[in-house]
């Protein structure tokens, strides 16, 4: 049995796809472009490279360099790592799909990216949640921020972060991929998400749509409201400060991580807190590829630029002969 690509309503293959068994999910990413997917690959692979490149050396740099052992450098090297990893899970299967529309992605393959989505997505809301708490300890508990924010302490906050996001992802995942998908099956995205995955299930899904709903607020805005709660207390204290240059020096550390905590809430916010009929299957698409290519790709770009620590240790491990050098 073959999926037929011209039931009435659904959305048409592109030109030259193969049809797919009846089992299999069909991605149709950017198929309202058909002219412009050659174009539309090459522009993501070299931004897939780049986000492999920058975080790589965001890992490398605050793995290897004595300057970067501070807990703030230990949580930056765990989002860089959770950027690879999302990319990863993204990006390859969004150029298989535009090199080789109509080709089909088994329920256990769509189900995996599902649930790795999930996960990490709430990995990188929880870790910068730390990083905003480790930035409040610094700034406005100074004389405690050595013995809280321990070794041990920040290893088991990562862990914790990276575990956190997994319960909750296998259970969406599993309770989704159990209800009986009756519509074609082709998925108006590029990559395995809820809203166009629910939207082929024949069933009641009232029930799985409010526990989405609750898992969005504890994912996604009680951290926020953790991370705004701190950055408050963190202005408070700063204004607070009688030397303009001790005020500039702690707003300056945060500027990264909030410009980050932005780009990450602004676009994330857009796609799970508005009501599914505000936007379109090709809006939507758009606005997540803020999210799993150009964000990945920024972060790095964001501290590297403004951090000078992070430029110095690149300048080291660019050219060794500068560590040796005295400064003046």
């Not at 997505?121 to 924010?149: H, K, N, Q, S």
Request: charged share 10%; aromatic share 8%.
């Amino acid at each position: 049995m073959r999926v037929s690509w011209t039931s009435p309503g659904a959305p048409t293959a592109p030109p030259g796809a193969n049809q797919s068994s009846a089992r299999e999910l069909v991605l149709l990413g950017f198929a309202h472009l058909p002219a412009l997917r050659p174009l539309l690959a090459a522009l993501f692979l070299a931004m897939f490279l780049l986000t492999l490149l920058g975080n790589g050396l965001i890992v490398l740099l605050t793995t290897l360099d004595p300057a970067l052992r501070a807990p703030m450098y230990f949580f930056l090297r765990q989002l860089a790592l959770v950027e690879i990893c999302f990319s990863l899970d993204v990006v390859p299967r969004l150029l298989a799909t535009l090199l080789r529309p109509g080709r089909g992605v088994s329920p256990a393959g769509c189900a995996l990216q599902l649930l790795l989505v999930l996960s990490l997505g709430t990995v990188e809301c929880f870790l910068l949640t730390a990083m905003a708490w480790d930035r409040y300890m610094a700034i406005c508990r100074p004389l405690r921020y050595g013995a809280c924010m321990s070794p041990l302490l920040c290893r088991l906050l990562a862990a914790t972060c990276w575990l956190a996001g997994l319960p909750v992802a296998l259970v969406l995942t599993t309770w989704l991929f159990r209800l009986p998908f009756c519509r074609p099956r082709r998925v108006r995205h590029f990559f395995c998400d809820i809203a166009p995955l629910l939207s082929l299930v024949c069933a009641d899904t009232r029930a799985f749509e409010a526990t989405v709903m609750a898992a969005t607020v504890l994912v996604i805005m009680v951290p926020f409201g953790l991370i705004a709660a701190s950055y408050t207390s963190i202005l408070a204290t700063a204004l607070r400060m009688p030397s303009a240059l001790g005020r500039r020096k702690a707003l300056s550390t945060c500027a990264s991580h909030l410009t980050v905590v932005a780009l990450f809430y602004g676009t994330t916010g857009v796609i799970h807190l508005q009501p599914k009929a505000s936007y379109s299957p090709e809006s939507k698409q758009v606005v997540s590829l803020s999210y799993t290519l150009v964000t990945p790709m920024l972060n790095p770009l964001i501290y590297s630029l403004r951090n000078r620590e992070v430029k110095a240790a690149l300048g080291r491990l660019c050219c060794p002969r500068l560590a040796s050098v005295p400064q003046k």
